[in-house]
C-alpha cells in the first residue's frame, strides 16, 4: 500500500490545546527540540476506537518529560481526552496514536530556561504493523548492530526521549541497508538489549526469557505480554543474555505498540522456528484477542 507523505493528509492534528488542520501544524526550522533533540514522545495504538493502556502510555509521556527537564503545560487528562476526541474526530477505530512534547523557538541553544513547550498529537490509520504483515507471517530477519544500547548514566534509558533514538536510526539502516528487517542491539556491556523499536524474547520449551530493562525502555507492550504468558501458565524470566547463549533458543519474537508481536526467522546465522505450529504463533494470536477484548 501507498503511504501518504506525513505532512500532507486530511484531518486534524491536536496542538497546544486546539485541533487545526493537519497541513497546517507546522513548527519553525529554529526549533530547539529539532536541533538538539529535547523532545519526548509516544507510540499508541487504538483497537475498535479504544487506546490500549492509554493511561500508562501518558504516564510514560510525563514521566519521559521529567526525566529530561520538560513540564508539560498540560494535565495528564487533558492529554487523555485530547486523544480520545482526536480520534473521534478523524474517525478512526484502529489507528497508531503519536502524542509529542518539545522546546520550542522562544530560546535557541542548550540554555532552556526561557524555553516553550509545545505539545501535539497525531493519529494515522495507515501503520498497519512497524513491519510488512507478509514479512510478520514469516518472521523477520535481524543482524547485529554495530551501535550499541548506552549505559543509564549516559543516556535516559527510562524516558522515550527522541536524542538517543538516532542509534535506533542508525541500527536500523545498517540492517536494511544489508537486506535484514531489523538489528538486534546489544548493551553497553554485551548483553542482548533488544530492537530497534521493540522489546525481544526468547523461548525454549515453556521457558520464555527476555533481558533486564535496565538501559532500555521497559515497553508497554513487553510488561502486558509477560503478563500475559505468565496467566498462560509459562515461565517467563528476566535475565541478561550473552550473545552466543541465543542460538540455544527454539522461537524468538519482538514486542511493542507498533511491532505488536513480530516473531523472528533469523538472527545473523541462528535460525528459528516460526509458522502455525511455533508457540510464538498462538502469542500472536493471544495478544491480538487481548487488545481487542
Ligand atoms: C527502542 C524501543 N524499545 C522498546 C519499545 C517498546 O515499547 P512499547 O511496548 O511501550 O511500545 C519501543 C517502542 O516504543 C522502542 O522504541
Not at 540492517?175 to 523461548?203: C, P, Q, S, W
Request: overall charge negative; proline content about 5%; charged content about 25%.
Amino acid at each position: 500500500m501507498e503511504i501518504a507523505p506525513f505532512d500532507k493528509r486530511d484531518g486534524f492534528i491536536w496542538l497546544n490545546g486546539s485541533f487545526v488542520p493537519w497541513n497546517d501544524a507546522k513548527c519553525h526550522i529554529i526549533t530547539q527540540g529539532m536541533h538538539y533533540a529535547s523532545s519526548v514522545f509516544e507510540g499508541e495504538r487504538a483497537y475498535k476506537g479504544k487506546i490500549f493502556k492509554s493511561e500508562e502510555h501518558t504516564k510514560r509521556l510525563f514521566k519521559s518529560a521529567e526525566i529530561i527537564g520538560i513540564k508539560i503545560p498540560f494535565t495528564p487528562d487533558e492529554i487523555n481526552e485530547a486523544k480520545v476526541e482526536l480520534i473521534k474526530k478523524m474517525n478512526f477505530e484502529d489507528c497508531y496514536v503519536r502524542p509529542i512534547a518539545w522546546r520550542g523557538s522562544q530560546q535557541m541553544g542548550l540554555s532552556t530556561s526561557k524555553a516553550d513547550i509545545n505539545v501535539a498529537i497525531a493519529v494515522w490509520d495507515d501503520w498497519a504493523s512497524y513491519f510488512k504483515i507478509e514479512d510478520r507471517k514469516a518472521g523477520i530477519k535481524l543482524i547485529t548492530s554495530p551501535w550499541k544500547r548506552p549505559s543509564p548514566d549516559t543516556a535516559p534509558c527510562e524516558a522515550k526521549a527522541s536524542g538517543p533514538y538516532v542509534i535506533c536510526t542508525m541500527s536500523k539502516e545498517f540492517a536494511e541497508k544489508k537486506g535484514y528487517h531489523d538489528a538486534l542491539m546489544l548493551d553497553y556491556r554485551g548483553y542482548v538489549a533488544e530492537g530497534t523499536g521493540a522489546n525481544i524474547f526468547f523461548v525454549k520449551g515453556n521457558d520464555v526469557h527476555t533481558p533486564i530493562p535496565d538501559c532500555f525502555l521497559n515497553g508497554i507492550t513487553r510488561q502486558t505480554v509477560i503478563e500475559m504468558l505468565r496467566n498462560d501458565g509459562l515461565t517467563v524470566e528476566e535475565k541478561y543474555i550473552q550473545p552466543n547463549e541465543i542460538s540455544k533458543y527454539e522461537e524468538a519474537f519482538l514486542t511493542g505498540t507498533a511491532a505488536e508481536i513480530t516473531p523472528i526467522q533469523s538472527i545473523d546465522d541462528i535460525k528459528f522456528d516460526t509458522g502455525e505450529d511455533s508457540k510464538t504463533y498462538k502469542f500472536m494470536q493471544d495478544f491480538h484477542n487481548l487488545v481487542r477484548s
